[in-house]
T-cell receptor
Framework: GAVVSQHPSWVICKSGTSVKIECRSL??????MFWYRQFPKQSLMLMAT?????????EQGVEKDKFLINHASLTLSTLTVTSAHPEDSSFYIC?????????????FGQGTRLTVV | AQKVTQAQTEISVVEKEDVTLDCVYE???????LFWYKQPPSGELVFLIR??????QNEISGRYSWNFQKSTSSFNFTITASQVVDSAVYFC????????????????FGQGTELSVKP
């Protein structure tokens, strides 16, 4: 199956700093990537959808200035949590779709556990 | 609106018992996909199955089986002879036609069911 790699797998940062999370599709060109957030003991909630070369579409209630998404190439999307605060501590996971025969299936990265102290 | 409901928040069974995880979905579309994912404590999502709305055949894969019933909008998942390694959170998810064609792969997840299998 397709491989989506997410980096880092975990990160601890100080309050007020920014953190960048990378999501790479390793063996296919991902025309669309999705970013989800998961709080402890809760479901995955879609934050935003990004298409290569265009601005991301954010779900209602997600601050686009706080969660910057860049999808500059067909294999890489980044999520930057700006001026992180403890309430941003969460599990962030990306998924990617695209490529021949892969438009209906989402392949997930390993996730990034962010802790803001 | 699309919605996925997993009414069972937590289930605890003893090893070798059979267990069924329920999933009920809502969509107005006639074309859609249903998924099950397993999320072990490490956090990654493990893909288990994808089923499209036109294929109502039940599926069996080893100890896993899925029962798709369009009449009741349910897509239940059964683990036979459960094992400790099955302990995880299981998510049911939906991707309907609008999501597929406009934003292929966007998923709506249920709340998840935490399965604990005790030895």
């Amino acid at each position: 199956g397709a491989v989506v790699s997410q980096h880092p797998s975990w990160v601890i940062c100080k309050s007020g700093t920014s953190v960048k999370i990378e999501c790479r599709s390793l063996d296919f060109q991902a025309t669309t990537m999705f970013w989800y957030r998961q709080f402890p003991k809760q479901s995955l909630m879609l934050m935003a959808t990004s298409n290569e070369g265009s601005k991301a579409t954010y779900e209602q209630g997600v601050e686009k200035d706080k969660f910057l998404i860049n999808h500059a190439s067909l294999t890489l999307s980044t999520l930057t949590v700006t001026s992180a605060h403890p309430e941003d501590s969460s599990f962030y996971i990306c998924s990617a779709t695209g490529g021949e025969g892969r438009s209906t299936e989402a392949f997930f990265g390993q996730g990034t556990r962010l802790t803001v102290v | 609106a699309q919605k996925v409901t997993q009414a069972q928040t937590e289930i605890s069974v003893v090893e070798k018992e059979d267990v069924t995880l329920d999933c009920v979905y809502e969509t107005r579309d006639t074309t859609y996909y249903l998924f099950w994912y397993k999320q072990p404590p490490s956090g990654e999502l493990v893909f288990l199955i994808r089923r499209n709305s036109f294929d109502e055949q039940n599926e069996i894969s080893g100890r896993y089986s899925w029962n798709f019933q369009k009449s009741t909008s349910s897509f239940n998942f059964t683990i036979t002879a459960s094992q400790v390694v099955d302990s995880a959170v299981y998510f049911c998810a939906l991707s309907d036609a609008l999501m597929i064609y406009n934003q292929g792969g966007k998923l709506i997840f249920g709340q998840g069911t935490e399965l604990s299998v005790k030895p």
